[in-house]
């Protein structure tokens, strides 16, 4: 599995960006998908995963109710919608996804089995 995010880029505080992150192979609707983002200096940390099959959703409290995830089987590919971007949501964002059996998606990043290279989002104040 390859994935390769997009749609990173500076934008002002209270704006918006919508991250893309596309996958190659023909199972993309088995993965559990996850974004998380790294600042410097800091942890990676999970910022928002949605299921397979149901698309059952899972934000950061630090996002909720300003991100929104999605998903398009059809297309091999998963959404972040960011809105109200805040400086410290400025971090190097990466999708990720997770192909265990399991009906939950993790927070955890080593459980993860497949990584995208990141793209950058800086949000200026």
């Known amino acids: 599995v390859q994935l390769q995010a997009s749609g990173g880029g500076l934008v002002q505080a209270g704006g918006s960006l919508r991250l893309s992150c596309a996958a190659s192979?023909?199972?993309?609707?088995?993965?559990?998908m996850g974004w998380f983002r790294q600042a410097p200096g800091k942890e990676r940390e999970f910022v928002s995963g949605?299921?397979?099959?149901?698309?059952?959703?899972y934000y950061a409290d630090s996002v909720k109710g300003r991100f929104t995830i999605s998903r398009d089987d059809a297309k091999n590919t998963v959404y972040l919608q960011m809105n109200s971007l805040k400086p410290e949501d400025t971090a190097v964002y990466y999708c990720?996804?997770?192909?265990?059996?399991?009906?939950?998606?993790?927070?955890?990043?080593?459980?993860?089995?497949?990584w995208g290279p990141g793209t950058q989002v800086t949000v200026s104040s």
């Open positions: 990720a996804a997770d192909l265990r059996r399991g009906l939950v998606v993790s927070r955890t990043p080593v459980v993860y089995d497949y």
């Open positions: 192979g023909r199972s993309f609707s088995n993965y559990h």
């Open positions: 949605i299921s397979r099959g149901d698309g059952r959703t």
